[in-house]
């Protein structure tokens, strides 16, 4: 008889504190679409300023997020943004950018690290005045943790170094920062000088939310653009109460996520018949593969491990592209 189950699956399958539960029952509200919640104002304005941003607008999720900032870096309609053929917005938000945004994707390969080659970036990109025959390029988005490779971190200098690609070709530069939090153990918070979205219900364990920060003006339009996509809520102080908690008590915590996933990976290691690259262990997931190359043996420890208590996620061919079906993905 299982008692207590170590859950796995996913850093999204966190209950609210009772902490969280007591901030969001006691939480001043007022309506947020008119722009008068005190306690989304406060989150907001704490979020910037860790970011080191001029402003944050508090979003549903991580998707709209995504959404709306490719939109507001690609306003033209029919226009181009250049994204890992692995990364989150190209495989699991529905294509969202293209059937609702109207945003043509150009992917380009994403290396094992989460990266793509800065060459291959700048190869993509097209003629930003366009041509009879294909779309301009307005933005290059970047994920970090980039999450289908493992949940490895995007260094300060790489990401400078597609900065100063964007710039020269006057390019926007979108950074879907899911985990940046769990990134930010290598890359500081406000190194990042753009606009980029970050998801509070991963890691930190919020109930709910992202948050997009950014400049005033990219702000209001994002704001504007959330309206449209039916993302603005009205007494969300509910929500963002829980995520401020979330900011004061998970934060620290995420360290030693990090610790355990990489003993985790290490124990497992030693293990006969299961593959792991430890050294690509730097943040909180983790990626198991069966020696024998088989996926029915992985199925087979991910039930027996679940008879034992211990959740893990069944990895599937959509999910890890560049890794073939026979992987148990760890969530520490
Ligand atoms: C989870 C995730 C998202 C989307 O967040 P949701 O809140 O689930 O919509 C976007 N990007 C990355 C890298 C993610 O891991």
């Known amino acids: 008889m299982v008692t207590r189950s170590v859950d796995l699956r996913s850093d999204t399958v966190t209950r609210p504190t009772d902490a969280m539960r007591e901030a969001m029952a006691s939480a001043e509200v007022d309506d947020d679409i008119l722009g008068y919640d005190p306690t989304a104002r406060h989150l ?86 366009g041509s009879t025959f294909y779309p301009s390029t307005m933005s290059i988005c970047l994920e970090n943790t980039h999450a289908n490779s493992g949940g490895r971190c995007l260094s ?34 406000t190194h990042v000088h753009t606009m980029f979205q970050v998801c509070l219900s991963k890691g930190l364990g919020a109930p709910v939310g992202t948050v997009i920060v950014g400049s005033h003006t990219f702000i209001e339009k994002a704001k504007t653009l959330r309206k449209t996509l039916g993302g603005g809520m009205r007494q969300i102080g ?64 991910r039930k027996s491990l679940t008879e034992c208590g211990i959740l893990v996620l069944p990895g599937n061919s959509s999910r890890y592209v560049s890794h073939g079906q026979n992987l148990i993905c760890l969530n520490v």
Do not use: W
Not at 52 to 79: D, Q, W, Y
Not at 278 to 296: H, K, P
């Open 44 to 129: 907001e304005e704490e979020m910037a300023k860790m970011m080191g941003k001029e402003a944050a607008l508090f979003v549903p999720s991580g998707t709209m997020g995504n959404l709306i900032c490719v939109m507001v870096h690609c306003e033209m309609r029919g226009s181009e943004v250049i994204l890992g053929d692995n990364s989150h917005i190209h495989v699991y938000e529905n294509g969202g950018i293209s059937t609702i945004g109207g945003v043509h994707p150009k992917t380009v390969k994403n290396e094992e690290d989460g990266t793509m080659e800065l060459g291959a970036i700048e190869a993509a990109i097209r003629d930003p005045k």
């Open 156 to 189: 300060a200098e790489y990401t400078d170094s597609v900065g100063k690609i964007a710039k020269r070709h006057g390019l926007k530069l979108h950074i879907d920062g899911a985990r940046l939090f769990n990134a930010s153990i290598v890359i500081s918070l």
């Open 238 to 301: 509910v929500l963002c109460a829980a995520a401020l908690v979330a900011l004061q008590e998970n934060l620290p915590k995420l360290q030693f996520d990090h610790k355990k996933a990489k003993l985790l990976a290490e124990g497992l290691n030693q293990m006969k018949g299961i593959r792991i690259n430890a050294a690509a262990v730097e943040t909180n997931m983790i990626f198991m593969d069966m020696e024998d190359g088989s996926r029915l043996t992985a199925e087979k420890l």
